[in-house]
């Protein structure tokens, strides 16, 4: 029995020290590489607002990843989550964003990630610039035009282990004169949002130190 308590105990512990190990990395971090717009599991609802999927997949998905470089300072993740440098891969979007089927891409219906799907999309985030460090991503749910919103989730992950240490999933409003602003709407939204969330964390994990 005693032998059964310690081996609990340390398992506790060891479970406890990683947890706080991945808060240092997520909180203490200055640096973290921004790893771009991952679409390769979404859905576009809503027919009429989608009446040319191939130009979604093949044009869009660059287009906003673009966008958000191109105007860093309106798209500003550093200033978002408080971090002081950025480096930019998109090698695994640029790949994962090319697994959509055009014909499957846009449907009428409801949609929303099965349990454990953005756990599994970041074990494929094997990175060309860094394989350790912190890393973020937006992984896109959907695209609703119905809604005239999106569903984004924001990850921040650990590159070596590539266990997620802050997740959250947003939903925010489409707005904007041509369909490339249109959407790029929400994704200013999501940076805005999260970085509240992510900065009011921040100061409540370096409070408890």
């Not at 973290?32 to 717009?37: A, K, N």
């Not at 490339?180 to 130190?209: H, L, M, P, V």
Request: with cysteine; hydrophobic share 35%; glycine share 6%.
């Amino acid at each position: 029995m005693r032998k059964i308590l310690l081996s609990i105990a340390l398992m506790c512990l060891l479970i406890q020290v990683k947890a706080q190990s991945g808060k240092a990395l997520l909180y203490g971090s200055s640096d973290f590489v921004w790893c771009g717009l991952d679409y390769s599991n979404v859905k576009c609802i809503g027919r009429d607002g989608f009446s040319e999927p191939y130009e979604v997949k093949h044009k869009y998905f660059d287009a906003w990843n673009e966008l958000v470089l191109a105007e860093a300072d309106k798209y500003n993740l550093q200033e978002a989550y408080y971090k002081s440098g950025q480096i930019t891969d998109l090698s695994v979007v640029d790949r994962r964003n090319d697994i959509p089927e055009v014909d499957e891409l846009v449907i009428n219906d409801s949609y929303q990630f099965e349990e454990g799907k953005v756990e599994e999309i970041i074990k494929d985030y094997d990175l060309e610039k860094a394989n350790k460090g912190l890393g973020l991503v937006y992984v896109v749910e959907s695209l609703n035009k119905y809604r005239q919103s999106a569903v984004i989730y924001v990850v921040f992950f650990d590159i070596a282990s590539k266990e997620i240490l802050w997740k959250r999933s947003y939903t925010t409003d489409a707005r904007g004169f041509g369909f490339r602003n249109y959407w790029a709407r929400t994704i200013y939204n999501t940076i805005n949002e999260s970085g509240d969330d992510f900065k009011a964390d921040q100061k409540r994990y370096k409070r408890g130190k």
